[in-house]
């Protein structure tokens, strides 16, 4: 038994200096890269891995001053009103027909919809990640976490020590280094066929191509956020699926587009 659909969302963008995705890379050239989430179908409701920015920390002045105070970064809502509801919306998905959700890590980006969950589904993640997340302050919102996002006690964690299958289908991989408890994602889908999803081990198709080290880290050196890089690319080869980067503006959308064209109703 597998995954018997998926949905590529888009909940946001930001624009950056490549830097931040590739190590190594101009300061000064800069990328304007999707926030991505996705929808699995399995048989007890929808998954939802990853939920974008938290609308108040943007929308807000003296919140987007706090959480986002460097210029290099600048992060875009796709719409004017929750990126989580208008994605969905635009999908036929109901909020209320999902059950689970899955983090790939603490960040702004990918932590701030929690809010739409909280008290009402399961959420997984690493022990590792939400023990930093929740330690040493204010390091962890130095490096973007924002901790408003996931110190609610409403939220009904599922905490993993390393791999683990969330549902029938979906394992998530331990893949730390961008963050202390970063992991991705290894879905089967009912059938045959699947995907490796990178999330941020792996920012752009050339992290994953030529095996270059990511820009943003954690706990370890840049060259040892290759590791991750080359298990994640034996797993797709084991299986014969491709691995999918995280943010890759080129990438993302061509995938989101496949899945639509594959999954049609």
């Known amino acids: 038994m597998g995954v018997t659909r998926i949905i590529a969302l888009t909940l946001g963008w930001e624009d950056l200096p490549r830097a931040a995705s590739v190590h190594g890379a101009s300061r000064t050239e800069r990328v304007r890269e999707p926030v991505p989430g996705l929808l699995l179908e399995h048989d007890d409701g929808w998954l939802l891995i990853d939920t ?71 959420v997984h993640a690493q022990r590792a990640e939400l023990d930093y997340g929740l330690s040493n302050h204010p ?73 270059r080290a990511i820009g943003s880290f954690r706990g370890v050196t840049a060259e040892q956020t290759v590791a991750p890089i080359r298990r994640l690319k034996g797993i797709g080869a084991r299986y014969g699926y491709p691995v999918v980067p995280g943010h890759d503006p080129i990438a993302w959308p061509a995938l989101t587009a496949e899945l639509a064209a594959r999954f049609r109703s």
Not at 171 to 188: E, K, R, Y
């Open 52 to 122: 974008g920015f938290n609308t108040a920390l943007l929308r807000d002045p003296a919140l987007r001053r706090r959480f986002y105070p460097s210029p290099n970064y600048q992060p875009e809502l796709p719409g004017p009103g929750e990126p989580i509801e208008e994605t969905f919306a635009a999908a036929g998905i109901d909020l209320r027909d999902v059950t689970r959700v899955a983090l790939s890590h603490l960040h702004v980006d990918h932590a701030g919809g929690l809010k739409h969950f909280a008290g009402r589904v399961p």
């Open 139 to 211: 390091e962890p919102e130095r490096y973007a976490m924002a901790r408003v996002d996931y110190d609610d006690p409403r939220i009904d964690w599922r905490l993993a020590d390393g791999d683990t299958e969330i549902v029938p289908g979906v394992t998530a991989l331990l893949t730390a280094g961008h963050t202390p408890g970063h992991q991705s994602f290894l879905v089967h889908l009912d059938g045959g066929g699947g995907y490796v999803f990178a999330c941020d081990a792996a920012d752009l198709t050339e992290n994953i191509a030529h095996e």
